[in-house]
């Protein structure tokens, strides 16, 4: 009764379900440590400075929010002055801006059905939501800049839960298909579910734009 209750704390279906497997799959919540140390590997901070170099801040939107946990991940990567969308149905995220100068804007609207009205994206973030969309190609070529993804290392779809499943090898089949031509594993953590690990993975659609030595 108390996992019911603390899984309906989170909004949508969608960000409830893959809430609830990330907390399960080390039997307690992934705190904001956890969450940056998944992202934090080569070539992501690196990356983020290159993209970012000479411009005042960065503009990310995150696709599916939910508590935010990984609004607040990404945040601490990007310079003062940045913004990040913070996108739900009903994201739990409050407004607020970060020790290091980020401003996050919760906002409500439902990343797959709703026109976002998103322009001059630096990049997006997909932390356990694209498992919900079944044409992918479809909903990424909406966006520009670059894709932090974290997603299960699995393709064994469950009904309702992992509906449309994408692993570490269908994403670097897909990703190039959508306009991102490289994919970079980043971290991985264990999963409870099946025997799939959580990865982090970024990608970007330039392939220029990759620092010298990756």
Known sequence: MYIQRQYFTFNTPA???SQYLMQTCSHSPMTLTEAIALID???????????VAGAASAHWADLGCGSGL?????????PAGST????????????????NGVTILPRSADFIKDDLALSGLDGILMANSLHYVR??????????GALLLVEYDTD???????????????????LPVAGWPRIHKLGTRPSAYGRSEIYAALALRDPRNLVNNL
Do not use: C, G, M, N
């Open 15 to 17: 960000v409830a379900l």
């Open 41 to 51: 590997h080569p070539p992501l901070p690196a990356v983020l400075s290159v993209r």
């Open 70 to 78: 990984f609004s607040l991940a990404l945040a601490h990567f990007l």
């Open 84 to 99: 990040i969308e913070a996108i739900d149905i009903r994201p739990s995220i409050s407004r607020q801006t970060t020790a």
């Open 135 to 144: 044409d992918k190609p479809a909903l990424l070529l909406r966006f520009t």
């Open 156 to 174: 064994r779809p469950v009904t309702h839960w992992v509906p449309y499943p994408l692993s570490l090898a269908a994403a670097s089949t897909l």
